[in-house]
């Protein structure tokens, strides 16, 4: 049973080693081929005058992880807008409940998350809020 274990740790330790390894490596050919793609570039605009386009499949830069610190960044601040609000909390239930959704819902507009679930959550509410005013 030990053997089995030391064994389990040993291989674990080899892939943690491995995968070190890996991400070192790909970091710097990534940084290699944009410091190459920088440079033909810059030698294109030199040498003919033009900038150079990238393919139609890429109209810029983006890392998704970078985005989305960014934007939870302004999240947190539209997060904090949210919590104190101007006025009185609402009266009934249902108010209440609109109010959740809607600060929901702009969370989930300013982090770039779906928004459909909770828009619709947002128009339900606000019909229930409709039919309790009829009744």
């Given at each position: 049973?030990?053997?089995?274990?030391?064994?389990?740790?040993?291989?674990?330790?080899?892939?943690?080693?491995?995968?070190?390894?890996?991400k070192?490596?790909?970091?710097?050919?990534?940084?290699?081929?944009?410091?190459?793609?920088?440079?033909?570039?810059?030698?294109?605009?030199?040498?003919?005058?033009?900038?150079?386009?990238?393919?139609?499949s890429?109209?810029?830069?983006?890392?998704?992880?970078?985005?989305?610190?960014?934007?939870?960044?302004?999240?947190?601040?539209?997060?904090?807008?949210?919590?104190?609000?101007?006025k009185?909390?609402?009266?009934?239930?249902?108010?209440k409940?609109?109010?959740?959704?809607?600060?929901?819902?702009?969370?989930?507009?300013?982090?770039?998350?779906?928004?459909?679930?909770?828009?619709?959550?947002?128009?339900?509410?606000?019909?229930?809020?409709?039919?309790?005013?009829?009744?």
């Amino acid at each position: 049973m030990d053997t089995i274990i030391a064994e389990y740790q040993k291989w674990k330790q080899q892939g943690h080693a491995l995968r070190a390894q890996a991400k070192q490596a790909m970091e710097t050919r990534f940084r290699d081929l944009l410091n190459e793609a920088a440079q033909i570039a810059q030698d294109y605009q030199q040498d003919f005058g033009a900038a150079l386009k990238p393919p139609a499949s890429i109209t810029a830069f983006r890392f998704k992880a970078a985005a989305a610190k960014g934007k939870k960044g302004t999240s947190k601040a539209a997060a904090s807008v949210v919590v104190v609000p101007s006025k009185p909390s609402p009266q009934s239930p249902l108010e209440k409940k609109l109010a959740q959704a809607r600060a929901k819902l702009d969370a989930a507009k300013a982090t770039g998350k779906p928004t459909r679930n909770l828009e619709d959550k947002v128009y339900e509410t606000e019909d229930e809020i409709r039919l309790a005013a009829k009744a």
